[in-house]
């Protein structure tokens, strides 16, 4: 996956709290073998409502998306993650994130930014004011920015997780980074023992 440094762009909120993952990519989709395509079924069950903000044109094209506590919650589906950056999200703004929502966030390259819940309110009435506000969002500084707001706050990123999103690492790139260590381990072990030998491809 490519590193992002910066996610810069505008938003839209969906002013809901304790979106689960079937809401995000419902069952449905999961059967598919591809890891591509999901981005077609991202809220599919909201998005039957012409009210659904993401049927607003206005909001074509957001590449952040502000949303309400507890966000990923549910199933640990990495399919959900999937949904939301072949959508064209590269951050999620909330007060929370499920744990292993988030995880599979990072992994995908999306920057999950936990704000405090006035601010995240503030953002989203803001953005549903004015569709054309345009948001910043530093990951190396762990800072977001709304110009127009006089917005700046500092949000929560430890430096592994600044790492993999800056540098592009996904779960096997990390584990691939340790390569060296994982070869020496191997070559210690006694030879009665299994052995897991890593071939590079060509």
């Known amino acids: 996956m490519s590193g992002v ?3 810069r762009g505008r938003a839209v909120a969906i002013d809901r709290s304790d979106i689960d993952t079937d809401q995000i990519i ?5 059967r598919r073998i591809e890891r591509t395509g ?15 903000p993401l049927n607003d044109r206005r909001y074509a094209g957001a590449a952040i998306l502000v949303a309400g506590a507890n966000f990923g919650c549910g199933s640990s589906r990495e399919h ?17 994130f499920a744990d292993i929502f988030r995880n599979n966030a990072i992994g995908s390259g999306i920057v999950p930014v936990t704000l405090p819940a006035d601010v995240v309110t503030r953002l989203m ?20 920015d709304a110009p127009p ?10 430096p592994h997780t600044r790492d993999r999103l ?11 980074s340790h390569e060296d ?21 060509a």
């Open 5 to 7: 440094r910066e996610v």
């Open 125 to 144: 009435r803001a953005v549903e004011r004015d569709p054309a506000i345009e948001l910043r969002i530093d990951v190396a500084a762990s800072t977001i």
């Open 80 to 96: 959900a993650a999937w949904a939301l950056a072949q959508y064209g999200f590269k951050a999620v703004v909330a007060p929370s």
């Open 26 to 30: 419902p069952a449905q989709w999961l």
């Open 166 to 176: 800056t540098l592009g690492l996904d779960h096997i790139a990390v584990t691939l």
């Open 181 to 201: 260590a994982i070869r020496r381990h191997e070559e210690r072990r006694p030879g009665w023992l299994p052995n897991v030998t890593y071939r590079p491809q």
């Open 149 to 158: 707001l006089e917005l700046h706050a500092i949000f929560p990123l430890d």
């Open 38 to 52: 999901y981005g077609a079924g991202l809220f599919e069950a909201w998005r039957r409502d012409p009210a659904f």
